[in-house]
C-alpha cells in the first residue's frame, strides 16, 4: 500500500528540494522554453512495500560485489505513470534497447533533463498534445538509486556489460551526450522518495 504525505512548504524538505529542483534547470535543445517552476504539491512517498524491495535487492547486490557498501544517488524521473511507480514500483520491461545505453530505468541529475518525459518520450499533455504546455501539471518523482557496480561508457551502447548493475555516462566521455545520463537495470534498485507535482513557467 502506498501512501503520499504532502509536504508543508515552510518544512525544511520541501524548501530543501524545491531549491534544488529550480537549481537543476538547465537549456536544453527540445523545443520546451523553461524559465522556472510553479511547484503544486511535494508529497512524501510511503511504501513499505518498495522499500522492502529496495533494500533485499541492495543487499543481494552487495553479497555479489563482495562490499558493504556502494554508491546511493538521489535523481530525478518524470514520467506520465508517477502514481503508478508510486504503487508498483519501477521495472525494466517497459524499456528495451533501443535507448542510449539499452535497457534500464533512466534517472537525470538535472530536473529540466526528467522534465522533458513528464509526458513520456517526446509526447505531449494528453489534452493539449504540447510538450510545451504551461497549464497541465507534471509529476517528477525524486529517487533514491542503488547503483551497485557502475558502468561508465565511452560511447551508446544496446547492452551493458555482465557484472554491472547501473550506468553513469558523462558528457565529454561519451559525445553525445550534453548532461550527464543515469540508468539501473534492475527497477527495485530505485526507490521513489517524493512527489513534486508541478507546472513549468515558459
Avoid at 528495451?96 to 539499452?102: A, E, Q
Avoid at 509526447?123 to 551497485?148: A, I, T
Avoid at 550506468?167 to 522518495?193: H, K, T
Amino acid at each position: 500500500m502506498a501512501l503520499l504525505e504532502p509536504l508543508r512548504k515552510h518544512e525544511e524538505t520541501y524548501m530543501k528540494i524545491e531549491k534544488k529542483m529550480r537549481e537543476t534547470i538547465k537549456s536544453h535543445n527540445n523545443g520546451i522554453p523553461l524559465s522556472d517552476y510553479n511547484i503544486k504539491k511535494i508529497s512524501r512517498v510511503v511504501n513499505k512495500d518498495l522499500k522492502r524491495r529496495h533494500d533485499n535487492v541492495k543487499k543481494l547486490i552487495l553479497t555479489e560485489m563482495n562490499a558493504k557498501e556502494a554508491e546511493l544517488m538521489e535523481l530525478y524521473h518524470g514520467s506520465p505513470n508517477a502514481m503508478q511507480i508510486i504503487k508498483d514500483g519501477f521495472s525494466a520491461q517497459y524499456s528495451d534497447n533501443s535507448n542510449m545505453f539499452g535497457v534500464g530505468i533512466y534517472f537525470a541529475n538535472f530536473s529540466s533533463k526528467s522534465n522533458q518525459f513528464a509526458w513520456g518520450n517526446m509526447q505531449g499533455c494528453p489534452p493539449h498534445r504540447d510538450r510545451s504546455c504551461s497549464k497541465c501539471v507534471r509529476h517528477l518523482l525524486v529517487c533514491s538509486c542503488f547503483m551497485g557496480n557502475i558502468y561508465r561508457p565511452t560511447a551508446p551502447t544496446r547492452q551493458v556489460p555482465k557484472g554491472f548493475h547501473s550506468v553513469a555516462a558523462e558528457p565529454g566521455v561519451v559525445p553525445s551526450l550534453c548532461y550527464p545520463e543515469f540508468a539501473v537495470l534492475n527497477g527495485d534498485q530505485a526507490l521513489p522518495l517524493y512527489l513534486i507535482e508541478y507546472t513549468i513557467v515558459p
